[in-house]
Structures are given as C-alpha cells and as structure tokens.
C-alpha cells in the first residue's frame, strides 16, 4: 500500500465519530434552544408573580359577574389558594413569551429549510400566535359571560352555584384550548391547499361533513348546554368558510376550472 493511501485511509471508528459529531452539535443546540425557552417563561413568571392574586381575579371575573351578589368560588383544597393563582400566572408567563419560545424553535429548525419552506413556515407561525389569541379573547368577553349567566339562570334556588376554584381554572384552559385550536380552522385550511393535499374543490366537497363535526366537537369539548355548542361550533363553521375564501383568492388553484364552485 502505498504512503497516500495510508494518509487518507480512515478506519469505521473514525467514520463513526464523524457522524456523531453532527449528531451531538444538533444535540447540544436543541439543549441550548430548550433551555432559552424555559428561562424566558421563568422570567415572563418571576415578573408577573407579585400580581398573582389580580390575575386570577381578572380570569373569573365573567364567573364572579354571573353569581348572585356575595357569593364567592369555593376552595375545597387545603393548597388550592395558593397554587390555582400560582398556575394561572405560570400559564400567562408561557403566553406571554411564547413568541420567543416559537422563534427558539424557529431557529432550530429554519436551517434544515429550504428557502421557500421558510417564507411559507414564518406567516403561518405568525398568524397562528394571532388568530390564537383572538381565539381566546373571543371565548373570555363573549363566550365565559354568555356560559356563565345562561348556567347561573337556570340554577334551583335550593343550590348554592359556587365553583370550585380548581375545577373553574381547569375549565377554563380547557375552553381556551378549545377556541384558540378553532381559530385556527382558517390556517389549517389553507396550508392543506398550499401542500397539496386539499384542493379547493375537495374542501368543498367536505363543507357539510365539517359542520356536522363541528357540532359534535363542540357537543364533546364544550359543557352540555345548547348555547355553548353553539358558541363553538358557529365560529368554526364560519372559520372554514373563510379558509376555504382565502384558498379561492390565495391557493392553489385546481386543475380543472370547472370544478370550482
């Protein structure tokens, strides 16, 4: 063998170590990234934390609006006092720095992008953060003051209608999950087209199956009133017309024009 083939002759080992180490530096940056995150939420958290009490005084003010005049929530919890504000504030700190947290994955991930999957992948994170937290507006000065004095009303005046504070804070997330994911139908819609997988006749065509699933998402996520269902499943009926106008205006267009309605 002679002296150059020894010189650039490289043993499986050394291989191996090679592919590691690309390995490891994605490790060691998603680490990094992760770790970013969490700080900034602890900051957003420590900031907000003195204000514990008039945070959660703000979230049930809808429900404190709607109960008879001197009544209160209930507290079953011997920690609940101190740890249902203490949740809530941590759920606002990871609002608030959310968009910081979207751009450390951002930075993550943006490398491995090609160029126009990054023009594509920025509007749609942008406008996601947007129409979630109009999601989530619409649901606390509409939906909660609508919920809540349509329940008060049809209480027995032999009860007393005092939630506890656990039980409503856990209500409340889950509401505000469930609206901020239905302000994204318009979103959904229009990446499914952008990608392909969705034509606008074929969201179309779906249209009828869309409502009827809409009534059942809401008849599963929301409480067992009429008037909630609807509060959920109207939006998200009109959330996909929208989506499916934004696909007309801005989407792919279908191959045979005459299928276009």
Not at 7 to 25: C, K
Not at 96 to 103: I, K, N, R, S
Not at 117 to 143: D, H, N, Q, T, W
Not at 239 to 251: P, T
Request: glycine share 4%.
């Amino acid at each position: 063998m002679s002296e150059n083939k020894k010189l650039t002759y490289e043993s499986p080992e050394d291989e191996e170590v090679d592919r590691e180490q690309p390995l490891m530096s994605h490790l060691l940056e998603l680490r990094s990234r992760l770790v970013k995150a969490a700080v900034s939420v602890l900051v957003v958290f420590a900031v907000l934390s003195p204000f514990m009490k008039h945070i959660f005084d703000f979230l049930s003010q809808p429900l404190m609006a709607a109960l008879p005049q001197g009544v209160k929530m209930l507290s079953t919890g011997v920690v609940a006092p101190f740890f249902v504000p203490l949740k809530v504030t941590l759920f606002l700190a990871f609002l608030v720095a959310l968009p910081y947290v979207l751009y450390q994955v951002w930075a993550f991930v943006a490398p491995g992008l090609y160029k126009r999957e990054k023009r594509l992948i920025f509007p749609i994170l942008a406008s996601s953060i947007v129409m979630f937290a109009v999601g989530m507006l619409y649901c606390y000065f509409i939906v909660f003051r609508m919920v809540f004095m349509f329940i008060a009303g049809f209480s027995p005046e032999s009860v007393n209608f005092a939630p506890d504070i656990d039980a409503y804070f856990s209500f409340v997330i889950t509401m505000f999950f469930a609206f901020g994911a239905t302000f994204e139908v318009p979103i959904v819609v229009m990446v499914l087209n952008r990608m392909g997988v969705a034509s606008y006749h074929g969201l179309t065509k779906v249209r009828p199956y869309v409502i009827v699933g809409a009534f059942v998402v809401a008849a599963i996520v929301t409480p067992p009133d009429v008037m909630s269902q609807c509060l959920l499943a109207v939006p998200l009926v009109v959330l996909y017309q929208v989506g499916l106008w934004c696909v007309k205006l801005f989407g792919k267009k279908d191959e045979n024009p005459d299928t276009q309605s």
